[in-house]
């Protein structure tokens, strides 16, 4: 089980390294790239060529601004690929947002929310859960803890302010 990784710059290290961990906590393989679209894109192409061999099942990419690499990458395979737009222009990830959501037609790009990473991750895991069993099961597993987390914190709220 593998998933993709690619940024564009260094600076997204920080918004990006998240997912890069719930990715290895589910046991995923995760090849981390950072290649520009703009300024290596010789890179990034041959990249994306691996990635259609060697066993990579998501593309997760995450870029700001102009967010150009989210689309080349969804250009140069059918692999699927989740765009995560990521904060710090002075539209503060809205730019980013908009580039990624808005592709043509026959090259789709899922989309998270600005600087979503960790969502990245756990749209990948559900990507991967279609034909890997123990990914889905761990998925279930946890969005159970997630409930009883909330209930707990439900019950607590309750009882501060229970007459």
């Given amino acids: 089980m593998r998933v993709a990784v690619i940024m564009g710059s ?13 990715l290895k906590d589910y046991g995923i393989k995760a090849d981390v790239r950072c290649l520009s ?26 870029a ?12 140069q395979t059918v692999l699927p690929v989740i765009g995560v737009p990521l904060s710090g222009s002075v539209l503060d990830g809205t730019d980013a947002l908009l580039s990624i959501v808005q592709m043509p037609p026959g090259i789709p790009v899922a989309t998270v929310a600005i600087n979503g990473a960790k969502n990245a991750a756990y749209l990948a895991l559900q990507i991967i859960g279609i034909n890997h069993q123990e990914v889905r099961q761990k998925l279930m597993a946890h969005r159970l803890q997630m409930e009883k987390d909330a209930m707990r914190a439900n019950e607590e709220v309750m009882e501060k302010f229970a007459d």
């Fill in 64 to 75: 700001g601004m102009a967010a150009a690499l989210p689309g080349v990458v969804a250009s």
């Fill in 37 to 62: 679209a703009h300024r290596a894109h010789s890179g990034l192409s041959e990249f994306i060529k691996e990635t259609n061999t060697n066993g990579t099942e998501v593309i997760i990419a995450a």
């Fill in 10 to 22: 260094t600076s997204d290290i920080g918004k990006v390294e998240p997912a890069i961990g719930i």
